[in-house]
């Protein structure tokens, strides 16, 4: 009997491998990892597509209930099912320590993730520094760390993949408090919201008479839907990633290094203000 992790890829029914199906037809148990990521299509599309019934694995089932998961691996087959590719997440390689533990053999069916889509904009993926998670500020809460990482990959020349803060099942911290299994409704940050974050900061690091390495005019790519039909792929500066309009989630954004004059070619196809076809425009300045 096996534990099988299975990328579902970009998140359309269809992304899945011809392997990965034939996995899935085949176990007994599929369980739907339902919270590093999202699908763009609903659990009844996959369940029709695939021919299986899932069952709906969110952060606390898999964290709580890991164990109770496994041991059913110990018995016949069971399927994780991931989008993106399984190890887009550090909570999957504790599933893979927890089976071997257990002595549960498992196997990897991979997948294509955002890590390697973002290709599609024409940077070169082996120049891209550490990705970023850009979270969602409160009032209270407004915390800068990315910002640091992004200026070491700029000053090293390499792109940044940012990827942004994705909120489900959270709960208010009234209903917290009472134990209220009451879920606030789903937020997906947007470009728009990543790039007004990263200009506080930049204004942020100005007052404090710092002059940072990236601005408002620093080259940047925002991306969403990545993979579906709609897909949508604009470049410009940071100030102009802040008003973009890119429509629905899910949404990434690329804070560029230095760039081969191949990679400035392939960005100017995405170029917001090609429309207005004016020779002064960021990209052409570059």
Known sequence: NMLYLVGLGLGDAKDITVKGLEVVRQCRRVYLEAYTSILTVGKEVLEEFYGKELILADRETVEQEADSILKEAGVCDVAFLVVGDPFGATTHSDLVLRAVKLGIPYRVVHNASIMNAVGCCGLQLYNFGETVSIVFWTDTWQPESFFDKIKKNKQNGMHTLCLLDIKVKEQSLENLMKGRKIYEPPRYMSVNQA??????????????????????????????????????????????????????????????????????????LFSVDSCSNSENNALKRT
């Open 195 to 268: 790039a007004e974050q990263l200009l506080t900061i930049i204004k942020n690091r100005r007052l404090q008479g710092e002059e940072p390495e990236i601005t408002e005019n620093t080259i940047c790519v925002g991306l969403a839907r990545v993979g579906a039909p709609d897909q949508k792929i604009a470049s410009g500066t940071l100030h102009q990633m802040s008003t973009v309009e890119l429509g629905g989630p899910l949404h990434s954004m690329i804070v560029t290094g230095s760039m081969h004059p191949l990679e400035l070619e392939m960005l100017k």
